[in-house]
């Protein structure tokens, strides 16, 4: 396999990380199953979930791009599905950002505010509010 070169995403969410001076590491590579995850927050973070909700391998940060869905949908591929079920069986507190979250997160108040909502860092942060529903795919227009 090549060495992972990180989406324009995963380093925006990276960024935002690392303003929230959350120690992580990119394209951690799990020994015992060989996945590569995204991002790695360790559990022991000042700044992680109480104890009861921290997951001893730490939290597994996946930044999931349109290949990582069905063409037209939110719906994960079936790998993606596959990779989110072992590194949840493996002990990782998995957090999926699906890109059409980070592109709306503006309107949350920010990337940094959304990823804190999105670890539930703020126990008493509200949820976010919906989206719009995902657009129905349009085939391309016939050539004349």
Same mark, same amino acid.
């Not at 995403?9 to 925006?12: C, D, I």
């Not at 951690?28 to 996945?35: L, N, R, T």
């Not at 597994?60 to 290949?67: F, M, Q, R, S, T």
């Given at each position: 396999?090549?060495?992972?070169?990180?989406?324009q995403?995963?380093?925006?969410v990276a960024?935002s990380?690392r303003n929230?001076?959350?120690p992580f590491?990119e394209e951690?590579?799990?020994?015992?199953?060989?996945?590569s995850?995204d991002l790695?927050?360790?559990a022991?973070?000042p700044?992680?979930?109480p104890?009861?909700?921290?997951?001893?391998?730490?939290w597994?940060?996946?930044? @999931?791009? #349109? +290949?990582h869905?069905? /063409?037209?949908?939110r719906t994960?591929t079936?790998?993606t599905?596959l990779k989110?079920r072992?590194?949840?069986a493996?002990?990782?507190?998995?957090?999926?950002?699906?890109?059409?979250?980070?592109?709306?997160?503006p309107?949350w108040g920010?990337?940094?505010?959304?990823?804190?909502?999105k670890?539930?860092?703020q126990? @008493?942060a #509200? +949820?976010?509010?919906? /989206?719009?529903?995902?657009?129905?795919h349009r085939?391309p227009?016939?050539?004349?």
């Open positions: 396999a090549g060495e992972a070169r990180p989406s995403t995963q380093r925006l960024r990380l929230l001076h959350l590491r951690a590579c799990d020994a015992a199953s060989g996945y995850v790695l927050l360790d022991r973070s700044l992680a979930p104890p009861a909700k921290a997951a001893p391998a730490g597994a940060i996946e930044v @999931d791009g #349109p +290949p869905f069905l /063409l037209g949908s994960a079936g790998s599905a989110r072992h590194l949840t493996l002990g990782y507190h998995l957090v999926s950002i699906p890109y059409w979250e980070c592109d709306a997160a309107q920010g990337r940094e505010a959304y990823l804190v909502r670890l539930q860092l126990r @008493d #509200p +949820p976010l509010p919906p /989206l719009p529903p995902w657009p129905r085939k227009p016939r050539p004349p």
